[in-house]
């Protein structure tokens, strides 16, 4: 399995590939898209997606994960971040990716222990988890840990889709997974 983890952003949107063979999560690259800040909005939108495109490219992930909105006080800024990530989204979705989307306190608590981490001990975590030579850039490492948390979410997930696949065999309703919301739609649950 490899991963593509995304925090979104505007000015400087982070990525990160880790690739899970057996049990070890490893690291594979990272960086982040830093955007013109004199340019348009639509114009750093353009070059989100002509370089997030690239990086599916060049990196070739089975999967994608991307850090939800969470609600700011600042709307203005909430709504740019959004374009931000409906730009990724539509990226991995064009690649067929399945794309799970995990809110920043869940990451946080899968990759530090606590939901109100901040981003110096992030990045020194997930350099330690990673066996990297210095801590990431903090766009870089949230998008790592995006990517960590899917890695580690990923088995249970296909776990209860298997499951859920029995159930709906047996003929049980449809229960959407609470743990990550994927890019598709859930289907809508039968009656009964």
Known sequence: MIVLGIDPGTRHLGWGVVRRDGTRPSHVAHGVIDTDVSASLAQRLCQIEHELCRIVEIY???AAAVESIFFAKD???AAKLGQARGV???VL?????????YEPARVKKAIVGQGRADKRQMALVVRALLRLAAPPRPDAADALAVALTHVQAAPLL???ARAAGRDQARGAPRVALPSARRGRQPAAKRPG
């Open 158 to 160: 296909a776990l209860a």
């Open 88 to 90: 990724a989204l539509l």
């Open 60 to 62: 070739g992930p089975t």
């Open 75 to 77: 709307a203005m800024a």
């Open 93 to 101: 979705a064009r690649a067929g990716l399945d794309i799970a989307e």
